[in-house]
């Protein structure tokens, strides 16, 4: 009733309105009859009074509020499309956009900016924490006669050192900044990869080895987004990979008497890595991710040896320098779980050359222990495997 009221202020009904009696007509009438009653007596007969002239309000386009004729504003509409006044424009993101990673680009992400400043200062970055466990199997070691420190033939080359599998676990985490650029630090170890063997001379005589192995590694990645879909990044990197290897002959109970020789090596590379990071497939409860990366390094290794034979045991320990390279390449299927926590499952592979490895120590001929020591650097290794693990985002 109180809205009808302050209709009959504004409106002029046809003149119908300016009997008073107009009012006490509508207070009795059942409400039920109402609608029927101005269809039909005033449909045609709506007229505009002076007071509801159109300049007098702003028009609203969309909501239903209720007109306030005292501040002649619009009450209750939650459009910002109002008479007199431009809408708002949406934000537009950067050409470049963020597809895979975390965040949107924005104007901070243009250069001269730089990337330290974006990751410090950017309000819209986020971090992610991977944790995974990596179950790795190395390759053989490359053909080498292991007894040339013996005047024996037909004993095994080091290539029948078939390792088994090795576990371990690589840890992760990100700072992705709203441009959808990121740092990264990484951090892995892998052990214990061994191998044995055990090879009769045909005789009483019994020829053991055993080939132990280890790997670990520190990264520390810059990561820049070009694409939606791609990442370039690039950073310093630490690789370690140790060798111990143990071969023993023993030529029969009587007499007790056997050699043997131990070497091992510590092969410490530092260097820089570059690469890039896609992904490949995306759908709603699945994506797929690719990495590759790879840097030139410098290696410093060291040999240990000792080696007990009928002149005595004789130790030695000797450092060198060299080049070597590592590579890196693999592809993980992610499932999401939950709105920020993922499972990851995928295939890893390094490849490693330029190493001082114990197998490639052994010189073709007799051993000869006054002989100077001299480090082979030629070997390599490929590592390959499956990764397993969770991530986690906020």
């Given at each position: 009733m109180v809205s009808i009221m302050r209709m009959t202020k504004r409106l002029s009904l046809g003149g119908i309105l300016s009997n008073g009696m107009v009012l006490v007509a509508i207070a009795a009438m059942p409400w039920a009859d109402l609608p029927k009653v101005i269809a039909e007596n005033f449909e045609d007969s709506f007229v505009m009074g002076p007071e509801m002239a159109t300049d007098q309000f702003p028009a609203a386009s969309a909501g239903d509020g209720v007109i306030d004729s005292n501040a002649g504003e619009v009450v209750g509409i939650e459009s910002n499309e109002v008479a007199g006044y431009e809408p708002c424009e949406p934000c537009e993101p950067c050409d470049i956009g963020n597809g895979m990673w975390s965040g949107q680009r924005c104007d901070a992400c243009d250069p001269p900016y730089g990337m330290v400043n974006r990751l410090i200062d950017n309000k819209k970055a986020c971090w992610t924490v991977r944790t995974e466990s990596l179950l790795l199997w190395r390759n053989a070691p490359r053909s080498r006669e292991m007894s040339s420190f013996i005047p024996i033939t037909g004993l095994p080359s080091a290539d029948v050192l078939n390792s088994q599998g090795a576990a371990g676990p690589r840890f992760?985490?990100?700072?992705?900044?709203g441009c959808g650029d990121a740092i990264e630090a990484t951090y892995f170890r892998v052990a214990n990869w061994r191998a044995q063997n055990a090879t009769s001379d045909g005789g009483a005589g019994l020829f053991l080895s055993n080939l132990g192995s280890a790997a670990q590694s520190f990264e520390l990645n810059g990561r820049m987004t070009i694409h939606p879909l791609f990442q370039l990044l690039g950073g310093f990197r630490w690789f370690q990979w140790q060798e111990n290897l143990l071969v023993n002959y023993q030529p029969g109970p009587v007499p007790p008497v056997s050699d043997s020789v131990y070497l091992g090596t510590i092969n410490d590379l530092y260097g820089y890595q570059i690469g890039f990071d896609s992904l490949l497939l995306s759908t709603n409860w699945m994506r797929v991710e690719a990495i590759m990366k790879g840097g030139a390094y410098y290696n410093r290794n060291r040999l240990a040896s000792t080696v007990s034979t009928g002149l005595g045991p004789i130790q030695a320990t000797v450092g060198a320098d060299s080049a070597a390279f590592v590579g890196e390449l693999g592809m993980t299927g992610v499932i999401p779980?939950?709105?920020?926590?993922?499972?990851?499952?995928?295939?890893?592979?390094?490849?490693?050359?330029?190493?001082?490895q114990p197998t490639n120590q052994f010189r073709s001929g007799q051993y000869d222990p006054l002989a100077p020591i001299v480090v082979d650097t030629t070997g390599g290794t490929v590592l390959q495997g499956l990764t397993l693990g969770l991530e986690g985002r906020w």
């Open positions: 992760s985490i990100f700072r992705t900044d779980l939950s709105r920020n926590i993922d499972f990851r499952v995928g295939y890893l592979a390094f490849w490693l050359d330029g190493l001082a």
